[in-house]
């Protein structure tokens, strides 16, 4: 009897063992997602501005955007928001973000971009319509031998994200692909159909160079579209699909994407099979 009953109180232990890790192993991607460490400083607070007909925060630390709504609408939010602190860690990408591939004389392509590691940006005077500037060295490598300016303005009634790129090396760079995450509110996690129709948006892309755009309309069909189109000579060259990024894709979530200047490093290594949507 007593061999039964030690036996039957193993068995017991073992199946709770079991039945913990299980729970554990049951975490669902977002719940994985929101358990990273937040490295992107959202509690530092944001930075409030008005362009024409928008408005617009950042964040302080990182100068990245953290709200985009119309004044004649600011119920309805173009940027991720409601996932902002879920996706507030290292290699999550946000509107504000760069990715640049390069190489010096005889060496390989390497990739930088300033989601990858997170670390507060240094904040740069303003004047005129420029609304935040930064430089976003700290946020980068420090093998980087390029400096990089960032500056969010206004022109009119319309909001303008501008990077300034400068060779600060005696080497020569060659800069082969640039690409600007476009993050804005395509999630539909946890929504209902109506739910989706009232707060997410849709992306059209037209991969156009110096004619490309793109719109960014609310799911339901609705109301004023937002457009993204070039600011002086940044093609529209290619739209290349952010697979790096840790946001959980599948049925109610496609992934995010990059306006790409450039793209030749990607197009000789990445999609050296594929032909090409335009010279690059």
């Not at 009119?156 to 020569?172: C, H, P, Q, W, Y």
């Not at 496609?254 to 990445?270: C, I, P, R, T, Y």
Request: aromatic residues 10%; proline residues 5%.
């Amino acid at each position: 009897m007593r061999r039964i009953i030690k036996g039957y109180t193993l068995l017991a232990f073992l199946l709770v063992g079991v039945s913990s890790f299980a729970q554990e192993k049951q975490l669902t991607p977002w719940e994985r997602l929101a358990a990273r460490p937040s490295t992107l400083g959202i509690e530092q607070g944001e930075l409030t501005f008005e362009a024409g007909n928008l408005n617009v925060k950042i964040l302080k630390s990182s100068q990245t955007l953290s709200s985009l709504t119309l004044k004649s609408d600011d119920k309805f939010d173009f940027s991720p928001k409601k996932y902002l602190q879920k996706r507030s860690a290292d290699g999550l990408y946000q509107l504000g973000d760069i990715n640049i591939r390069l190489k010096t004389a005889n060496g390989d392509w390497k990739k930088y971009s300033t989601a990858a590691k997170r670390a507060n940006i240094k904040a740069l005077p303003t004047t005129g319509n420029i609304l935040a500037a930064s430089d976003l060295a700290n946020t980068l490598p420090a093998d980087l031998p390029i400096k990089i300016t960032r500056f969010w303005e206004k022109s009119g009634n319309d909001l303008v994200l501008r990077f300034e790129i400068e060779n600060n090396s005696k080497a020569d760079v060659e800069l082969s692909s640039v690409g600007v995450p476009m993050i804005f509110n395509n999630i539909l996690d946890g929504v209902s159909l109506d739910e989706a129709h009232a707060q997410n948006v849709f992306y059209d892309p037209y991969i156009g160079m110096d004619a490309g755009y793109l719109q960014i309309a609310k799911l339901s069909g609705k109301g004023a579209a937002l457009l993204v189109i070039p600011q002086g000579k940044t093609p529209f060259e290619a739209y290349s699909p952010l697979l790096d990024d840790p946001t959980p894709r599948g049925i109610t979530f496609e992934g995010f994407h990059e306006w790409m200047v450039l793209s030749k490093a990607h197009a000789n290594a990445d999609w050296k099979n594929a032909e090409q949507w335009n010279e690059n």
